[in-house]
C-alpha cells in the first residue's frame, strides 16, 4: 500500500488555487463600489499601464514635468510628473498590471470600463505617457475658445516653462522644462506605463467589468496596450 504524504503542501496547486479565488474577491469588490472612489496607488518594479477606451477631455487643463523616483531597490527611475484637476473619459479605462508568481509565473491582470469615468485632483508619476491627438487651449475669461485676437485669453499655455514655476503642480527641479496648459486640454487617447507609479486622487467610474488574468503578458493576454 503506497503511503500518503504528510506534512507536504503541494505549493504549485495551491498557488492555481488561489489565484481564481483572488479574481472572485476582486469581482465582488469591483462590484460594490459605488460613487466616488479614493486613489492612492503606489507600485514598484511592477508593470503597470492605464489607457483611456476613446477621446479623454482634462477640463481644467493640465501641468506636467519631468522628474525621477526612487525604486525598492533605491535606484531611481525618469518618470513624467503630471497633475489634471479634473478629466472626463466618456468611453471608460483600462487598467493592467503584470505579476510574475513563484511557480505559476507571468500572469496579467485588467480591469476594464466601458462607461464613462471622471477622475478628479489627478497627480501621478509615469514612466512614460502618450497622448494621441492632443489640442492644448489657453484659458479664456468667457469659457469660450481663444479669439484670433487674444483678447479673451486669460492664462495662455506655457511650453518650455521653469518647472519650478507650474502653476498646476509643484516639486519642479529649477531650470528644468515644464508645461502648463490651463485651458481645455482635448486627447484623442492618454496610455501611460510605469514600473515604478503613483497615482493619487478621485475617480467616479460606470461600467466596471469583471477582472480579468490572462497567462502571460501582452495585449492578447489582457495588457490595455
Not at 136 to 151: E, M, R, V, Y
Amino acid at each position: 500500500m503506497q503511503k500518503a504524504d504528510r506534512g507536504h503542501t503541494r505549493w504549485r496547486q495551491s498557488l492555481m488555487l488561489f489565484i481564481p479565488a483572488l479574481l472572485g474577491v476582486g469581482a465582488l469588490t469591483v462590484m460594490t463600489i459605488q460613487g466616488v472612489l479614493p486613489l492612492n496607488l503606489a507600485l514598484s518594479g511592477q508593470d503597470f499601464k492605464l489607457a483611456s477606451n476613446g477621446a479623454a477631455v482634462a477640463t481644467q487643463g493640465l501641468s506636467a514635468y519631468p522628474s525621477t523616483i526612487e525604486m525598492k531597490d533605491g535606484s531611481h527611475a525618469p518618470v513624467l510628473m503630471a497633475a489634471i484637476p479634473e478629466a472626463e473619459l466618456a468611453d471608460g479605462i483600462c487598467i493592467s498590471l503584470v505579476l510574475t508568481f513563484p511557480l505559476i509565473g507571468t500572469n496579467t491582470l485588467q480591469i476594464n470600463t466601458d462607461g464613462e469615468a471622471t477622475v478628479k485632483d489627478l497627480q501621478a508619476a509615469a514612466e512614460l505617457m502618450a497622448i494621441k491627438g492632443v489640442a492644448l487651449n489657453a484659458a479664456t475669461s468667457d469659457g469660450n475658445a481663444p479669439a484670433k485676437d487674444g483678447s479673451n485669453v486669460k492664462d495662455p499655455v506655457a511650453i518650455n516653462k521653469d518647472a519650478s514655476d507650474l502653476d498646476g503642480i509643484s516639486g519642479g527641479t529649477p531650470g528644468s522644462i515644464g508645461i502648463d496648459a490651463p485651458g481645455v486640454v482635448r486627447m484623442a487617447q492618454l496610455q501611460a506605463t510605469a514600473k515604478g507609479a503613483t497615482i493619487s486622487g478621485t475617480a467616479k467610474l460606470n461600467g466596471i467589468g469583471i477582472p480579468k488574468i490572462g497567462r502571460g503578458r501582452g495585449t492578447e493576454h489582457g495588457e490595455c496596450y
